[in-house]
């Protein structure tokens, strides 16, 4: 008996399918906890791609600073994974115009290490990836973090067909940098 109430009581603890919201509803830290451990991999390595690793790491922090400030501008009208990397585009935007460092974003590639990532084998696609324009290169690294054109549009608040031609624009540059074998 007291194994069956054990067991009934620890299946409700199960992890929420939106930490967002429930730490937009109730305040309470396990719910930022879970959300940064499900998100916060995925927000890191798009900052990565769109900056510098020390840049990517305050502007990861930052943007988890928001979400605690400003829990209450949560909305499950889209998907917690998007908001969270809207916010982080909006901060790293916002600190590159603080530092004057906007332009520096189109020559990125100049900068970065090449042993940023961490798996060899996709050194190539991913220095081809940072050769590309800021524009064309937020655009395919949002799509390969799963998002969709709409949620892409949303993010970076430009019309979804300007985002398509930005898709094909940077596949197309790929196409030609990785060649054809190696789409």
């Known amino acids: 008996m007291l194994l069956t109430l054990k067991n009934w009581l620890s299946a409700i603890e199960t992890e929420p399918a939106d930490p967002l919201y429930e730490f937009k509803l109730s305040g309470e830290n396990k719910y930022l906890e879970l959300a940064i451990d499900k998100y916060n991999h995925d927000l890191y390595h ?3 791609t769109q900056s510098d690793g020390e840049l990517a790491k305050d502007v990861c922090q930052k943007t988890w600073l928001t979400v605690v400030e400003k829990r209450q501008a949560y909305h499950t009208s889209q998907a917690p994974k998007a908001f969270l990397f809207k916010l982080a585009r909006n901060a790293l935007i916002d600190e590159l115009r603080k530092q004057q460092r906007l332009s520096y ?40 973090e ?8 949303s993010i970076t608040n430009a019309p ?12 197309a540059a790929l196409k030609n940098v990785l060649g054809e074998d190696d789409e």
């Open 46 to 48: 798009f900052l990565l």
């Open 105 to 144: 974003m189109d020559s990125l590639e100049q900068h970065l290490p090449a042993t940023e990532p961490s798996i060899a084998s996709h050194q190539s696609l991913y220095d081809a990836i940072l050769s590309l324009p800021l524009l064309q290169r937020e655009a395919i690294s949002l799509q390969l």
């Open 146 to 153: 799963g998002f969709s054109l709409q949620q892409i549009a």
């Open 160 to 171: 979804q067909e300007t985002i398509k031609t930005r898709l094909r624009y940077a596949r």
